[in-house]
C-alpha cells in the first residue's frame, strides 16, 4: 500500500514537473530574423532606419514541393526607424505578431553613408544582446544596405541564404576575408591593430563582393578593392587570394592568368625601424592567350619575374593606400611589433599616428609550380 | 564520534577536490587574471596555485596528524577551546556565504545567456532543492556522486579550450615580459580563489581509507585545476586579446560561443558546456553545504536527523542570501569581498594550525626526551 502510493505520488510529481521549460516557442512561433540592415533615414538625419528579413516557413516548405514557383515571397522584409537599433527593433516588435528572435541573425548590412559616420553606437546593442552570435558578418554596403535585403536572386528562396554562401564560398577559396563580428570587436578593442569589413555592392537581383571597408577606430575611412584585398589576405591570413591576370609584355594583347594556391608569408622587422614582408606564393599558370615562343624553362623563368614584378607592384599601392592615405594598420603589423619588440619600439611609439610614417617593404617569391593541362 | 566508517579511497578524495574546485570561477577566469597582467595573464592561476597549495599542504599534514576528525574536532584541540571554536564558527560561515554567493553567480550565468524570461529565483530555488536532495544523505554519497561527475567535468574542461585554440593568434600572448612583481602577486591573491574548495578537504580527509594517500590526492587535484585553468587563459587570451577579455562578463562562455566553426562535429557548443557546467557548479555548491551542514552536526555531536533537519532549514536564510546582491556590479564586488575574507579563512588559518600543531609536536618530543633522561 505504502509502496504503491510512493510511486503514485512519483508519477504525478514528473508529470507536474517534468513537462518541459514553461516558457518554450516553438520554432514557428518566433519571427526568426536573418539579416539586419542599418541605413540613416533619408527624412531625418538622426534617425537609423532599420531593414530587417524574416523567412516565412510555409513558404519555403512549400517552395520545393512546387519547384519555386514564387521565390521572391519566400522571405518578408520590414523596415523601421528609430533613434538608436534597439528602438527601431521595438518599433518593429509592434507590427510583428510574433517575438522577434535574433539568434538566427546571420548577416549584418551597414550603409556605407553610417559606416563612414561611425558604427560604435550601433555595435554597443549587439555587443550585449546573449542571442547575438560573435560569428554572425558584418558587411558594408555601397550605397543603402537595404538593397542587400531586397535582391532576388532566384537560386535560393531566401536571398540572406545566398549571401551567406557566396560569402562561405569565397572564404573556403581564400577569396573573400573571413571577417566576422566578433573579430571586428576584437580588433577594435585590441591597440594594436584596426579593423575592416566586407564591403559588397547590391544591385535589384544581384548581390557582388567589391573588397573590404577599411576602418579606423569605429569609422570607415576607406576601401580596398578586390585585387588589393587579395594581397591583404596574403599578407595578413596566408590565404592565396584570387586568380591574377597580367597583360604580357611585346605583344598585342596577350594576358597570362596566375592561380596562387597557397601562401606564405614571414615578416622580418629590422632593427625595430623598418618591417619587410616576405610573401611565398605558390600555383599554376591557368590561362596564356598568346604563344610566347620561347622554351619552356625560360617561359617559367620569365613568368615568375613578371608576376612577382606585378605582385610587389600591387602591394606597394596597397600599403600607401593603407598607411599614407587611411592611417589604418589591417595589416596586424602591430601586432607583431608590440609582441616581439616591445622594449624597443612599442613603448616609445604611438601606433595610432606612427604606422603612417613606418617603412614597411613587400618581397614576393613565385614558384611556378604547374602550366594546367598543357605543356607549355 | 570516532566509530565513522571510513571508506573514502584516494580516486574518490581526488575528484572530491577536483569538483569542489572547478566552479563559477572557470567562466571568469580570464577575464580577472588579465586585469593587471595584460598578455601575461597566465600567470595568474600559477601564482594563485602557488599560494594555495601551501595551505593545501597544512591541510594534508593536518589530515595526517588526526586521522579520522574533522576540524570540528581539531581546530579546538589545537587552538584551545575559546579560539577553537571562533574558528569553527567562522570557516562554517564562509562557507554557508560562498555557497550563496556561487549559486547566485550560477543563477546569472543562466538568467543572462539561456534563459531570459526565468525568474532568477527558480533557477536558484531548483538547484538549491537538489543541494538539499544530498544533503539529507550520508557522507558517502557525496564521495560517490563526485566520482560519479568526475569525468563529465575532466573530459570537457580540457577539450574545450584546446579546440577554441583553432582560432588562436598566438602573438596576443607576447611579449613575454613583467611589468612589474606586485601585479603579479595581487592577481595571484586573487585567483588563489578559483581554488578555494580544497579547504573543504579539512571535513573530507576525516573519511580517508587508512592508508588513502592524501598527499597524492591533493597533488593531483590541484595539478588538474591548475591545468584547466591555465589553457582556459590561454585560450582566452589568444583568441579575444587581453583588451577585449576586459569587455566580457563571461569571458570562456563566449570563448564556447566562437569555438563552433572549426568543422566540429558539435555545432552550437554552448548548450553542451553548459550541461556540463551545471553539474560542476552543482558539485560545488553541494560539497560546500554538505561540508557545512555536516560540521554542524558533528559540532552539536548529532545523528543524521539532525543533519536532514538542518539542511532543510538552512536552505532558507541561503536562499534569501543569494539575492542580497542587487545588480551585478554589486554582485562582483560581493565577490571581492569573500576573497577578502575567504584568504583568512582557506590559508592563513589552515597554515597556522599545521604550524602550531608542528610546533607542538617538537615541543612534545623534546619533553619526552627529557622525561626519559628523568626516568633514567
Given at each position: 500500500?505504502?509502496?504503491?502510493?510512493?510511486?503514485?505520488?512519483?508519477?504525478i510529481i514528473?508529470?507536474?514537473?517534468?513537462?518541459?521549460?514553461?516558457?518554450?516557442?516553438?520554432?514557428?512561433?518566433?519571427?526568426?530574423?536573418?539579416?539586419?540592415?542599418?541605413?540613416q533615414?533619408?527624412?531625418?538625419e538622426?534617425?537609423?532606419?532599420?531593414?530587417?528579413?524574416i523567412?516565412?516557413?510555409?513558404?519555403?516548405?512549400?517552395?520545393?514541393?512546387?519547384g519555386?514557383?514564387?521565390?521572391?515571397?519566400?522571405?518578408?522584409?520590414?523596415?523601421?526607424?528609430?533613434?538608436?537599433?534597439?528602438?527601431?527593433?521595438?518599433?518593429?516588435?509592434?507590427?510583428?505578431?510574433?517575438?522577434?528572435?535574433?539568434?538566427?541573425?546571420?548577416?549584418?548590412?551597414?550603409s556605407e553613408?553610417v559606416?563612414?559616420?561611425?558604427?560604435?553606437?550601433?555595435?554597443?546593442?549587439?555587443?550585449?544582446?546573449?542571442q547575438?552570435?560573435?560569428?554572425?558578418?558584418?558587411?558594408?554596403?555601397?550605397?543603402?544596405?537595404?538593397?542587400?535585403?531586397?535582391?532576388?536572386?532566384?537560386?535560393e528562396?531566401?536571398?540572406?541564404?545566398?549571401?551567406?554562401?557566396l560569402i562561405e564560398?569565397?572564404?573556403?577559396?581564400?577569396?573573400?576575408?573571413?571577417?566576422?563580428?566578433?573579430?571586428?570587436?576584437?580588433?577594435?578593442?585590441?591597440?594594436?591593430?584596426?579593423?575592416?569589413?566586407?564591403?559588397?555592392?547590391?544591385?535589384?537581383?544581384?548581390?557582388?563582393?567589391?573588397?573590404?571597408?577599411?576602418?579606423?577606430?569605429?569609422?570607415?575611412?576607406?576601401?580596398?578593392?578586390?585585387?588589393?584585398?587579395?594581397?591583404?589576405?596574403?599578407?595578413?591570413?596566408?590565404?592565396?587570394?584570387?586568380?591574377?591576370?597580367?597583360?604580357?609584355?611585346?605583344?598585342?594583347?596577350?594576358?597570362?592568368?596566375?592561380?596562387?594556391?597557397?601562401?606564405?608569408?614571414?615578416?622580418?622587422?629590422?632593427?625595430?625601424?623598418?618591417?619587410?614582408f616576405?610573401?611565398?606564393?605558390?600555383?599554376?599558370?591557368?590561362?596564356?592567350?598568346?604563344?610566347?615562343?620561347?622554351?619552356?624553362?625560360?617561359?617559367?623563368?620569365?613568368?615568375?619575374?613578371?608576376?612577382?614584378?606585378?605582385?610587389?607592384?600591387?602591394?606597394?599601392?596597397?600599403?600607401?593606400?593603407?598607411?599614407?592615405?587611411?592611417?589604418?594598420?589591417?595589416?596586424?603589423?602591430?601586432?607583431?611589433?608590440?609582441?616581439?619588440?616591445?622594449?624597443?619600439?612599442w613603448?616609445?611609439?604611438?601606433?595610432?599616428?606612427?604606422?603612417?610614417?613606418?617603412?614597411?617593404?613587400?618581397t614576393?617569391?613565385?614558384?611556378?609550380?604547374?602550366?594546367?593541362?598543357?605543356?607549355? | 564520534?570516532?566509530?565513522?566508517?571510513?571508506?573514502?579511497g584516494?580516486?574518490?578524495?581526488?575528484?572530491?577536490?577536483?569538483?569542489?574546485?572547478i566552479?563559477?570561477?572557470?567562466?571568469?577566469?580570464?577575464?580577472?587574471?588579465?586585469?593587471l597582467?595584460?598578455?601575461?595573464?597566465?600567470?595568474?592561476?600559477?601564482?594563485?596555485?602557488?599560494?594555495?597549495?601551501?595551505?593545501?599542504?597544512?591541510?594534508?599534514?593536518?589530515?595526517?596528524?588526526?586521522?579520522?576528525?574533522?576540524f570540528?574536532?581539531?581546530?579546538?584541540?589545537?587552538?584551545?577551546?575559546?579560539?577553537?571554536?571562533?574558528c569553527?564558527?567562522?570557516?562554517?560561515l564562509?562557507?554557508?556565504?560562498?555557497?550563496?554567493?556561487?549559486?547566485?553567480?550560477?543563477?546569472?550565468?543562466?538568467?543572462?545567456s539561456?534563459?531570459?524570461?526565468t525568474?532568477?529565483?527558480?533557477?536558484?530555488?531548483?538547484?538549491?532543492?537538489?543541494?538539499?536532495?544530498?544533503?539529507?544523505h550520508?557522507?558517502?554519497?557525496?564521495?560517490?556522486?563526485?566520482?560519479?561527475?568526475?569525468?563529465?567535468?575532466?573530459?570537457?574542461?580540457?577539450l574545450i579550450?584546446?579546440?577554441?585554440?583553432?582560432?588562436?593568434?598566438w602573438?596576443?600572448?607576447?611579449?613575454?615580459?613583467?611589468?612589474?612583481?606586485k601585479?603579479?602577486?595581487?592577481?595571484?591573491?586573487?585567483?588563489?580563489?578559483?581554488?578555494?574548495?580544497?579547504?573543504?578537504?579539512?571535513?573530507?580527509?576525516?573519511?580517508?581509507?587508512?592508508?588513502?594517500?592524501?598527499?597524492?590526492?591533493?597533488?593531483?587535484?590541484?595539478?588538474?585545476?591548475?591545468?584547466?585553468?591555465?589553457?582556459?587563459?590561454?585560450?582566452?587570451?589568444?583568441?579575444?586579446?587581453?583588451?577585449?577579455?576586459?569587455?566580457?562578463?563571461?569571458?570562456?562562455?563566449?570563448?564556447?560561443?566562437?569555438?563552433q566553426?572549426?568543422?566540429?562535429?558539435?555545432?552550437?557548443?554552448?548548450?553542451?558546456?553548459?550541461?556540463?557546467?551545471?553539474?560542476?557548479?552543482f558539485?560545488?555548491?553541494?560539497?560546500?553545504?554538505?561540508?557545512?551542514?555536516f560540521?554542524?552536526?558533528?559540532?552539536?555531536?548529532?545523528?543524521?536527523?539532525?543533519?536532514?533537519?538542518?539542511?532543510?532549514?538552512?536552505?532558507?536564510?541561503?536562499?534569501?542570501?543569494?539575492?542580497?546582491?542587487?545588480?551585478?556590479v554589486?554582485?562582483?564586488s560581493?565577490?571581492?569581498?569573500?576573497?577578502?575574507v575567504?584568504?583568512?579563512?582557506?590559508?592563513i588559518i589552515?597554515?597556522?594550525?599545521?604550524?602550531?600543531?608542528?610546533?607542538?609536536n617538537?615541543?612534545?618530543?623534546?619533553?619526552?626526551v627529557n622525561?626519559?633522561?628523568?626516568?633514567?
Amino acid at each position: 500500500m505504502g509502496k504503491s502510493f510512493r510511486y503514485f505520488a512519483l508519477l504525478i510529481i514528473c508529470t507536474i514537473l517534468l513537462t518541459g521549460c514553461w516558457d518554450r516557442r516553438e520554432l514557428e512561433e518566433r519571427a526568426s530574423v536573418l539579416a539586419i540592415a542599418i541605413d540613416q533615414d533619408e527624412k531625418n538625419e538622426n534617425l537609423y532606419k532599420m531593414t530587417v528579413q524574416i523567412p516565412i516557413p510555409i513558404k519555403i516548405a512549400g517552395s520545393s514541393g512546387k519547384g519555386g514557383g514564387n521565390n521572391a515571397d519566400a522571405v518578408k522584409i520590414m523596415s523601421v526607424t528609430g533613434r538608436t537599433v534597439t528602438d527601431a527593433s521595438n518599433n518593429l516588435q509592434m507590427r510583428l505578431n510574433q517575438r522577434l528572435f535574433l539568434g538566427h541573425t546571420r548577416i549584418l548590412a551597414v550603409s556605407e553613408e553610417v559606416a563612414r559616420k561611425g558604427i560604435q553606437d550601433i555595435m554597443d546593442s549587439f555587443r550585449r544582446e546573449p542571442q547575438i552570435r560573435r560569428l554572425l558578418w558584418p558587411i558594408v554596403v555601397r550605397g543603402k544596405a537595404s538593397t542587400l535585403l531586397e535582391i532576388k536572386p532566384r537560386i535560393e528562396p531566401i536571398p540572406v541564404v545566398f549571401l551567406m554562401g557566396l560569402i562561405e564560398n569565397g572564404m573556403k577559396l581564400g577569396r573573400i576575408p573571413d571577417q566576422t563580428l566578433g573579430d571586428y570587436f576584437n580588433q577594435t578593442s585590441n591597440l594594436t591593430m584596426e579593423p575592416f569589413l566586407n564591403y559588397v555592392e547590391a544591385s535589384k537581383n544581384e548581390v557582388s563582393w567589391k573588397g573590404v571597408a577599411v576602418f579606423r577606430g569605429h569609422k570607415m575611412v576607406g576601401k580596398l578593392d578586390d585585387m588589393q584585398t587579395w594581397i591583404l589576405l596574403q599578407l595578413r591570413n596566408e590565404k592565396p587570394g584570387g586568380d591574377i591576370v597580367i597583360t604580357l609584355p611585346k605583344t598585342k594583347n596577350g594576358y597570362v592568368s596566375f592561380r596562387p594556391h597557397f601562401a606564405k608569408k614571414k615578416v622580418i622587422i629590422h632593427n625595430s625601424s623598418s618591417a619587410t614582408f616576405h610573401c611565398e606564393l605558390q600555383g599554376d599558370i591557368v590561362e596564356l592567350t598568346e604563344d610566347l615562343k620561347i622554351p619552356a624553362e625560360q617561359f617559367v623563368l620569365q613568368m615568375q619575374a613578371l608576376i612577382k614584378k606585378e605582385m610587389e607592384n600591387r602591394a606597394k599601392k596597397l600599403l600607401q593606400q593603407v598607411q599614407k592615405q587611411y592611417n589604418s594598420d589591417i595589416l596586424k603589423l602591430g601586432l607583431t611589433l608590440r609582441a616581439k619588440h616591445y622594449q624597443d619600439y612599442w613603448k616609445t611609439h604611438n601606433w595610432k599616428e606612427d604606422f603612417r610614417d613606418f617603412p614597411v617593404r613587400v618581397t614576393y617569391t613565385i614558384k611556378l609550380r604547374r602550366l594546367g593541362m598543357e605543356m607549355q | 564520534m570516532e566509530n565513522q566508517q571510513r571508506n573514502f579511497g584516494t580516486w574518490q578524495l581526488t575528484s572530491i577536490m577536483i569538483s569542489s574546485m572547478i566552479g563559477v570561477g572557470i567562466l571568469i577566469i580570464p577575464r580577472t587574471a588579465t586585469k593587471l597582467l595584460h598578455q601575461m595573464g597566465w600567470l595568474g592561476p600559477i601564482a594563485g596555485v602557488l599560494i594555495a597549495s601551501v595551505a593545501v599542504a597544512a591541510i594534508v599534514y593536518l589530515g595526517n596528524q588526526f586521522p579520522g576528525s574533522t576540524f570540528v574536532e581539531f581546530m579546538p584541540r589545537i587552538f584551545g577551546g575559546a579560539i577553537g571554536t571562533l574558528c569553527v564558527f567562522l570557516f562554517i560561515l564562509y562557507q554557508f556565504l560562498n555557497a550563496g554567493i556561487t549559486a547566485r553567480l550560477f543563477g546569472e550565468v543562466v538568467v543572462t545567456s539561456v534563459l531570459p524570461q526565468t525568474p532568477l529565483e527558480v533557477i536558484i530555488i531548483t538547484l538549491l532543492l537538489l543541494v538539499m536532495f544530498l544533503c539529507c544523505h550520508e557522507i558517502e554519497v557525496v564521495a560517490r556522486i563526485n566520482e560519479l561527475l568526475i569525468p563529465f567535468l575532466l573530459f570537457p574542461s580540457l577539450l574545450i579550450p584546446l579546440v577554441s585554440f583553432m582560432n588562436a593568434d598566438w602573438y596576443n600572448l607576447l611579449p613575454f615580459q613583467v611589468e612589474s612583481w606586485k601585479q603579479v602577486m595581487k592577481t595571484g591573491l586573487n585567483t588563489y580563489t578559483l581554488y578555494t574548495g580544497y579547504e573543504l578537504l579539512m571535513v573530507y580527509f576525516a573519511f580517508a581509507i587508512p592508508g588513502a594517500r592524501l598527499g597524492m590526492a591533493s597533488v593531483t587535484g590541484m595539478s588538474f585545476a591548475l591545468v584547466v585553468y591555465l589553457i582556459t587563459v590561454v585560450a582566452g587570451i589568444t583568441v579575444f586579446g587581453y583588451e577585449e577579455l576586459q569587455r566580457l562578463v563571461w569571458p570562456t562562455l563566449e570563448l564556447v560561443k566562437v569555438t563552433q566553426r572549426t568543422g566540429w562535429f558539435l555545432e552550437r557548443f554552448e548548450s553542451a558546456f553548459l550541461a556540463i557546467w551545471v553539474a560542476s557548479v552543482f558539485t560545488t555548491i553541494g560539497n560546500m553545504l554538505y561540508a557545512t551542514i555536516f560540521s554542524l552536526r558533528r559540532w552539536f555531536r548529532k545523528g543524521i536527523r539532525f543533519q536532514r533537519i538542518t539542511a532543510i532549514v538552512i536552505m532558507v536564510p541561503l536562499f534569501f542570501l543569494t539575492l542580497v546582491p542587487q545588480n551585478i556590479v554589486e554582485l562582483f564586488s560581493y565577490t571581492q569581498h569573500l576573497t577578502a575574507v575567504g584568504f583568512l579563512i582557506t590559508i592563513i588559518i589552515p597554515i597556522l594550525l599545521a604550524i602550531t600543531q608542528f610546533m607542538r609536536n617538537q615541543f612534545n618530543k623534546g619533553r619526552e626526551v627529557n622525561n626519559e633522561k628523568g626516568g633514567t
